[in-house]
T-cell receptor, first 110, second 115 residues
Framework: RKEVEQDPGPFNVPEGATVAFNCTYSNSASQSFFWYRQDCRKEPKLLMSVYSSGNEDGRFTAQLNRASQYISLLIRDSKLSDSATYLCVPRGSSASKIIFGSGTRLSIRP | EPEVTQTPSHQVTQMGQEVILRCVPISNHLYFYWYRQILGQKVEFLVSFYNNEISEKSEIFDDQFSVERPDGSNFTLKIRSTKLEDSAMYFC?????????????FGPGTRLTVL
C-alpha cells in the first residue's frame, strides 16, 4: 500500500467556490502531517502543519481523522492564486526524509 | 521571513562534467536535505544531513553524488560526472528540528540541464 494516496485531480472549480480534497495514509503511527503546495516548476511550500485533530489558517482548514487514517484540506472562497498541486505529507517514524506523492492538482477558473 | 536560497537558478553542463549546486539554509536550522524533481514527476528525496554527516540517503544518491557543509552557512551538492538523466530541478531544504515534527522549508531550486 502506498504511504499516501491522493486523488490526482485535476479539480477544476470556479473562483469563490469551496473545494475539499482528501489524503489517506498507511502508517498509523504518523504523529504529524503537513500540507504543501507546489506551483508549476517551483519549490514545495509549506501550507499547514497538523499535529492534533486539525488546523485552521484563514481560508484553509485541515482536518485529521486518525481512526480512518485520512486528512482533508478545505479551501474556502478560492482564489485564482490557489491553483497549484497540493501535497499531503504524513510524518512517521522515519522522520528524516519526506516521501512526496503526486499530489492533487487544483485549477481555479475565473 | 527567513528563507532557503539556492544558486545558481539554472545550470547547463555537458555530460561527464562536474557540477556543484549551492544552498544557504535558514540560519538557525540544523537539518539539511537535497531533493530532486525530474520534469513531470514527483519530488524525490536524495539525502539528509545532520551534525556534519549524512543521516540518510536514497538509492538515487550513488557514488557520483556528495554533499558538504564547507562553512557555517553553505550546504552543497556535488555531482562528479553528470549524466543526461541527472537533468532535473534540485531543491535544498532545511529544518530546525528532527523527528516527527520537522517542518522542512524548501529553496527555490536549481534547474540542472545536462547536454
Amino acid at each position: 500500500r502506498k504511504e499516501v494516496e491522493q486523488d490526482p485531480g485535476p479539480f477544476n472549480v470556479p473562483e469563490g467556490a469551496t473545494v475539499a480534497f482528501n489524503c489517506t495514509y498507511s502508517n498509523s503511527a504518523s504523529q504529524s502531517f503537513f500540507w504543501y503546495r507546489q506551483d508549476c516548476r517551483k519549490e514545495p511550500k509549506l501550507l499547514m502543519s497538523v499535529y492534533s485533530s486539525g488546523n485552521e489558517d484563514g481560508r484553509f482548514t485541515a482536518q485529521l481523522n486518525r481512526a480512518s487514517q485520512y486528512i482533508s484540506l478545505l479551501i474556502r472562497d478560492s482564489k485564482l492564486s490557489d491553483s497549484a498541486t497540493y501535497l499531503c505529507v504524513p510524518r512517521g517514524s522515519s522522520a528524516s526524509k519526506i516521501i512526496f506523492g503526486s499530489g492533487t492538482r487544483l485549477s481555479i477558473r475565473p | 521571513e527567513p528563507e532557503v536560497t539556492q544558486t545558481p537558478s539554472h545550470q547547463v553542463t555537458q555530460m561527464g562534467q562536474e557540477v556543484i549546486l549551492r544552498c544557504v539554509p535558514i540560519s538557525n536550522h540544523l537539518y539539511f536535505y537535497w531533493y530532486r524533481q525530474i520534469l513531470g514527476q514527483k519530488v524525490e528525496f536524495l539525502v539528509s544531513f545532520y551534525n556534519n554527516e549524512i543521516s540518510e540517503k536514497s538509492e538515487i544518491f550513488d557514488d557520483q553524488f556528495s554533499v558538504e557543509r564547507p562553512d557555517g552557512s553553505n550546504f552543497t551538492l556535488k555531482i562528479r560526472s553528470t549524466k543526461l538523466e541527472d537533468s532535473a530541478m534540485y531543491f535544498c531544504a532545511s529544518s530546525g528540528r528532527g523527528g516527527d515534527y520537522n517542518e522542512q522549508f524548501f529553496g527555490p531550486g536549481t534547474r540542472l540541464t545536462v547536454l
